[in-house]
């Protein structure tokens, strides 16, 4: 197969597909897209290097198949990259458990999934900022379903785009929104996960590799998903346990909070969330270690992360209209 020369993972260092660890119901896809991308790697089976040829081509493939009949959690699927998410898979054919705390907008999503061909598709309403919250949606899976393939955590609570008004209570609730829950929902799912090899996706952001100003409190939460999921990923290895994690650094997605909290400051152009949505789906069932969404803007960031520092934080500086922002005043009591 002629690989497209430019093509979205050709820039990307997220290390591809694992074909070693691609459990049996992955097997089956992989399979199938292998021989439909006639790749003829030499390589098989996939050493699990980043340019294994198969695995690159595999990343070039559509995922439909893949996701047909799997039991599929999406948090924060009532609006922005989680809805998309849900329409993606209900167009696989996949069972969809959806999230979020309104419930007008969870509803409507859950009938144009069905409408566009989900195995099944039903909601639990509620707020990430209880783990009590976030157990019962991994309870409901398992009475409705009995078992889950992939669970994507994708919820955010409300933050601010703004200087850091010394908020304490604002920081704590956003810990137990953006990260606490993501813990809660893990540990409760991780039986099942085992027992049918599979994936859980974590939606992150650039904003949890490199902190950039006005984000203080979201970049936190997002810098922690990366400390917890990346040493869950190592100790599910070392015990053998086949459950894919995959961290989705994103960067900015044209979803309408995003939008109307950043437009007035970041210059640059937002990606589309329909394309980022299938992006994780794809990185989630080909078990990548990351994805960087998009690409061609978030691993040249990473780079200089490492190799420029100071040069990254001057451009992330020059790159926003910071007269545009609109300092709020303090919170009561914090002394600022
Ligand atoms: N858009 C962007 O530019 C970027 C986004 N990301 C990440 O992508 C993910 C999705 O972002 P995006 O689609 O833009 O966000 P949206 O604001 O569009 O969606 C957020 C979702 O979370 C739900 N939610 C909000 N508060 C709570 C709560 N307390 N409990 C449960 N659910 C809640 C919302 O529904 P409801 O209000 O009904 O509860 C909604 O469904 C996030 O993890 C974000 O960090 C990363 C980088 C860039
Ligand atoms: C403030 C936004 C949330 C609005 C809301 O809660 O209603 C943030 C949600 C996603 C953030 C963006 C992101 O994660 C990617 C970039 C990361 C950089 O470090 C800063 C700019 C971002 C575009 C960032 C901006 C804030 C959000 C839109």
Not at 11 to 18: D, E, G, I, V
Not at 67 to 75: A, P, S
Not at 149 to 168: A, C, K, P, Q, R
Not at 237 to 242: A, T
């Amino acid at each position: 197969m002629q690989l497209t020369a430019v093509n979205i993972y050709s820039f990307s260092l997220s290390t591809p597909a694992n074909c070693r660890a691609a459990p049996r119901w992955a097997g089956a896809w992989l399979g199938a897209a292998a021989a439909a991308a006639s790749c003829g790697s030499t390589e098989e089976p996939c050493t699990g290097g980043v340019w294994c040829r198969l695995c690159t081509a595999l990343s070039s493939a559509s995922p439909p198949e893949m996701l047909r009949g799997k039991r599929v959690i999406v948090t924060g699927a009532s609006s922005g990259i989680g809805e998309q998410m849900a329409y993606h898979l209900a167009r696989m054919g996949a069972h969809v458990l959806l999230t979020a705390r309104t419930e007008a907008k969870l509803q409507k999503v859950v009938d144009k999934c069905l409408d566009l061909g989900a195995a099944s598709a039903r909601y639990v309403s509620g707020s990430m900022e209880s783990t009590a919250f976030a157990e019962e949606v991994v309870k409901e899976a398992e009475n409705t379903w009995g078992g889950l393939d992939m669970l994507i955590l994708n919820h955010i609570g409300h933050s601010f785009f703004d200087f850091f008004n010394g908020d304490v209570d604002h920081v704590r609730k956003l810990m137990e929104t953006n990260f606490l829950s993501y813990v809660a929902m893990t540990v409760s799912a991780l039986p099942m996960l085992k027992e049918s090899e599979g994936s859980i996706v974590v939606v992150s952001s650039v904003s949890g590799k490199v902190a950039s100003p006005f984000t203080a409190p979201y970049s936190a939460t997002k810098f922690a998903l990366e400390g917890f999921f990346s040493s869950l990923r190592h100790e599910l290895i070392i015990e053998n346990v086949n459950v894919s994690v995959t961290l989705c650094i994103l960067g900015y997605i044209n979803t309408e909070s995003a939008v109307r909290a950043v437009s007035h400051v970041i210059k640059e152009a937002p990606a589309p969330k329909e394309e980022c949505a299938l992006e994780i789906i794809r990185s989630g069932a080909l078990r990548q270690r990351e994805l960087h969404y998009p690409a061609s803007t978030v691993t040249p960031i990473l780079l200089l992360r490492d190799f420029a520092p100071e040069f990254l934080d001057g451009l992330i500086r020059s790159n926003m209209r910071v007269e545009n922002i609109k300092r709020a005043p303090p919170p009561q009591g914090s002394g600022h």
